[in-house]
């Protein structure tokens, strides 16, 4: 079984440029959730994809979109990058959104400049 | 609203020693409880998670948690730490229902001297 792959590993952008980053999620996992995490801070979550549909945000403005396909691979962009948004973003896939199946993957470490 | 609070940002113990990290939750349902484990550079691996079998939790090397619901706690310990411990540890709610966002404390990151 595949684990949550996430690309690219790391990557520098400047304020106002736009950013895509992608969520290949665990066989089996057909939702996927991605949080932020800042450093020194715990994650916190953006939003979650089911069917490829939004299934719930947390405290993000618009900005930050995501797209879920019908592999249930997902998308996280987020256009005009200010420099809070450096952090490591995280993806997590489950079955049916059940939060104690979770599987993460090992993120992408933005920095905006 | 679900939230968790972990008390102590950085905890030091020898090696050898009791380890015990403290969490805090409120949530307004029936929670699920999490404890995950950060290596540097790296994403979340799951220690042990409570979904309201038994409330004595038992998880990877070594680590176990108590859910009390009297005292909303879900502290994780692990009788005697090793150097490989070394790791920033987060707690983790989530209600049992509907769509299920998970919340995360703000870490506590643990310190093993030799």
């Known amino acids: 079984e595949t684990g949550v792959t996430q690309s690219p590993t790391h990557l520098i952008k400047t304020r106002g440029q736009q950013v895509t980053l992608r969520c290949s999620s665990q066989?089996?996992?057909?939702?996927v959730s991605w949080y932020q995490q800042a450093l020194g801070q715990g994650p916190q979550f953006i939003f979650q994809y089911y069917r490829e549909e939004e299934n719930g945000r947390g405290n993000f403005p618009p900005r930050f979109s995501g797209l879920q396909f019908p592999n249930y691979s997902s998308e996280l962009n987020v256009n005009a990058l200010e420099l809070d948004d450096s952090a490591l973003y995280l993806c997590?896939?489950?079955?049916?959104?059940?939060?104690?199946?979770?599987?993460f993957g090992s993120g992408t470490r933005l920095t905006v400049v | 609203a679900q939230s968790v609070t972990q008390l102590g940002s950085h905890v030091s113990v020898s090696e050898g020693a009791l380890v015990l990290l403290r969490c805090n939750y409120s949530s307004s349902v029936p929670p699920y409880l999490f404890w995950y484990v950060q290596y540097p550079n790296q994403g979340l691996q799951l220690l042990l998670k409570y979904t309201s079998a038994a409330t004595l939790v038992k998880g990877i090397n070594g680590f176990e948690a108590e859910f009390k619901k009297s005292e909303t706690s879900f502290h994780l310990t692990k009788p005697s730490a090793h150097m490989s411990d070394a790791a920033e540890y987060f707690c983790?709610?989530?209600?049992?229902?509907?769509?299920?966002?998970?919340?995360f404390g703000t870490g506590t990151k643990l310190q093993v001297i030799p």
């Open positions: 066989s089996g996992h057909n939702t």
């Open positions: 997590a896939s489950s079955l049916e959104g059940q939060a104690h199946g979770y599987t």
């Open positions: 983790a709610v989530s209600e049992s229902g509907g769509y299920q966002k998970v919340t």
